[in-house]
């Protein structure tokens, strides 16, 4: 894989990708989703086929992640990010959160108001340390995290999707 600078996402991306993944995590039974910048291999680099964060919310750093709930979103990066994450993430459609400071996801998770719900995750793309600060969050906002198999982003993402790399 080789960097480059090309820019592939752009704003457009969250008002086009939100609705199909919101179908797929209903399909689920699912009223949020965490989607962490990682790869199944908990790469910093992805290719473009594993990024399923840029898909979603049009965010192409290295370092993010966001928590794609039925009626709202938030994509949490860190202080390298906070001007990029700006010109490519839609405002309207996401609210910005800090990726380390302030707890990052877990303390923004767990000072939510999400009494009974279920918060789906696709246990390849996160640590079991990042699982157990998770889940002890959603645990204090009195929602129950839940590991789900097929991700909501792959099956949302389908035909669309690039090929992955050789």
Known sequence: MRQTFDETTDPSFGARHLPLLRARMAEQGLDGFLIPHEDEHQNEYLPRANDRLAWATGFTGSAGAAMVLKDS?????????KLQVRDQVDPGLFAFGELIDEGGLPGWLAQQPLNGQVIGYDPRLHSPDAIAKLQGAASKAGARLAPVDPNPVDQAWGEERPAQPK
């Open 73 to 81: 979103a938030v994509v949490f990066v860190d202080g390298r990010y």
